[in-house]
């Protein structure tokens, strides 16, 4: 993450050194410099937090997404398959991130990790075969019909022997990383170490608001006050 940050850094001070006439083109620089100072500023513990969430995370996105755009070539298949035979190896490299992270303090809710199990044990409910939500990929349509059964027969071995493997190890993981999680009474960044400046720095990076978080939390408190002032 940090060798990404300072390619990210070292963007957006090449393109703010750009020297530009026209309006326009100054407020496109300025976009993109912007949008890149927002993804170090913003991308801080996305792993072991934002990436297991039940409704957001990496679980979710898969199922929500892994089906959902159309294959046409040849390549295409093959590379949905590499992708397929491929989570496993990515879901693991996660945990390591989140199991590493909580060792220093920084993990998700508890119940936000027993949901995301809980949403895999569902998953590895329903019997392998037609039913099963990644085995609904379309092969690519250009195909021809002979072709198109074999990458079907060849997308249900994937599923059936490396990724529903994997998902299972998934599962017990997320339980166990569970036992370590934040109660919910203890559900924000403020309540995990360094949190403070995390929360300023993701102030920044959606709103590009440069206050602390009691400042921000005092302009509510205030609004409130009028609110009820009127």
């Not at 099963?132 to 074999?150: G, H, I, N, V």
């Not at 403020?190 to 978080?213: A, E, F, Q």
């Not at 408190?221 to 609110?227: G, H, P, R, Y």
Request: glycine share 6%; aromatic share 6%.
């Amino acid at each position: 993450r940090a060798a990404l940050d300072a390619r990210f850094l070292e963007f957006a001070e090449e393109a703010e050194a750009i020297e530009i006439d026209g309006e326009g083109e100054r407020a496109l620089r300025d976009v993109i410099a912007t949008t890149a100072r927002s993804e170090v500023r913003g991308g801080a513990w996305q792993p072991e937090l934002f990436m297991l969430n039940p409704r957001m995370g990496a679980w979710e996105m898969i199922l929500s997404f892994g089906v959902s755009f159309p294959l046409t070539t040849a390549q295409h298949g093959a590379d949905y398959i590499a992708k397929l035979r491929a989570m496993p190896a990515m879901l693991e490299q996660l945990m390591d991130v989140a199991d590493a992270a909580a060792g220093e303090g920084r993990v998700a809710l508890a119940r936000h990790l027993k949901e995301t199990a809980a949403s895999v044990e569902s998953y590895l409910a329903t019997p392998s075969g037609p039913d099963e939500r990644l085995a609904q990929q379309a092969p690519p349509t250009e195909l021809d019909e002979a072709t198109q059964k074999a990458w079907r027969s060849e997308r249900d071995e994937a599923l059936r022997s490396v990724v529903r493997p994997g998902l299972a190890e998934f599962r017990t993981r997320l339980l166990t990383l569970a036992e370590r999680g934040m109660p919910d009474e203890k559900p924000g960044l403020v309540h995990l170490p360094g949190g403070l400046d995390v929360y300023r720095d993701k102030m920044w990076s959606h709103l590009l608001l440069d206050k602390t978080p009691e400042e921000v939390h005092q302009l509510g408190l205030d609004q409130i006050a009028k609110l009820e002032d009127e």
